[in-house]
């Protein structure tokens, strides 16, 4: 090895002796944490129909819903189980929620922390579909479903009515807007309802029958009312009875009398 190439390798050495990582390989600095953008993980519920965390409080939110579906496939019932999965879902990842599978998150008063399918939703058998329909032509069929669930809550003391209300509409505007991602492919079409069960009064006819008159009293106990109405009336009856005899037997007394003087008569003669 001649005495320049010594010379060079002598020189690099002491160059690298000399510096530091950042000058060999380049400097890096790690990004701030500001910097680092945040991605929200999807929340979904467990196998038994929950999601986040249960609290000392909770109410139940109760809705309805007409399904469209196609015939031949699963039956009702798991269809109903399959959408109130996905209702479910959609609730805990709306914005009803703040973080509720995170356990990081501090629990707030006034904001719910879970949520769970149950009660389950029911098919109200033999209640027809009215706001949309199945197509026996295209062999697809329609059921009215009572739906269900239940919000765990942490209550400031202004009670839970205000938030129930908001879970309410928040369920129906996600069926009826199409935020509730169907994910059985049997389910055609889906669509929240009012309350099918009332009536045009606001009133059940099945807990509140019409045949029925009464007069309550104070106690709200109507016998005596109805057994009061019961002996007036055959009193008024027996009366009416007693009149039209007197004037029956007083018409057979006069007619009696009658024959009696016209024999009397005949008799002088």
Do not use: K
């Given at each position: 090895m001649n005495q320049f190439t010594k010379a060079l390798l002598l020189s690099a050495m002491v160059?690298?002796?000399?510096?530091?990582?950042?000058?060999?390989f380049g400097?890096?600095?790690?990004?701030?944490?500001?910097?680092?953008?945040?991605?929200?993980?999807?929340?979904?519920?467990?196998?038994?129909?929950?999601?986040g965390s249960i609290t000392d409080t909770s109410f139940t939110v109760e809705y309805y819903y007409e399904?469209?579906?196609?015939?031949?496939?699963?039956?009702?019932?798991?269809?109903?189980?399959?959408f109130e999965t996905d209702s479910t879902n959609f609730i805990l990842q709306s914005d009803l929620f703040d973080s509720p599978c995170n356990e990081v998150i501090a629990r707030q008063a006034g904001a719910a922390h879970g949520i769970s399918s149950n009660p389950p939703d029911d098919d109200l058998d033999g209640i027809p579909c009215t706001t949309i329909a199945g197509d026996p032509g295209q062999a697809t069929s329609c059921a009215v479903v009572s739906g269900a669930f239940e919000v765990y809550y942490i209550d400031d003391g202004s009670g839970g009515d205000a938030l129930k209300q908001q879970f309410k509409e928040g369920i129906e505007?996600?069926?009826?807007?199409?935020?509730?991602?169907?994910?059985?492919?049997?389910i055609v079409e889906v669509a929240a309802v009012p309350d099918p069960t009332v009536t045009g009064r606001g009133e059940d006819p099945a807990s509140t029958p019409t045949d029925i008159v009464a007069n309550p009293d104070d106690d709200g106990n109507?016998?005596?009312v109805i057994i009061g109405?019961?002996?007036?009336?055959?009193?008024?009856?027996?009366?009416?009875?007693l009149y039209r005899s007197k004037q029956a037997g007083a018409a057979a007394s006069g007619a009696a009398g009658a024959a009696s003087s016209g024999a009397s008569a005949g008799a002088d003669v």
């Open positions: 160059s690298m002796a000399n510096a530091d990582d950042d000058d060999i400097h890096f600095s790690a990004p701030l944490e500001e910097d680092v953008p945040i991605v929200s993980i999807p929340c979904f519920a467990n196998a038994d129909g929950f999601g399904m469209v579906y196609r015939d031949g496939g699963d039956s009702v019932d798991e269809l109903i189980n399959s505007n996600g069926i009826n807007n199409g935020g509730v991602a169907i994910s059985h492919p049997d109507s016998t005596p109405a019961v002996v007036g009336g055959a009193l008024i009856v027996g009366a009416i009875a």
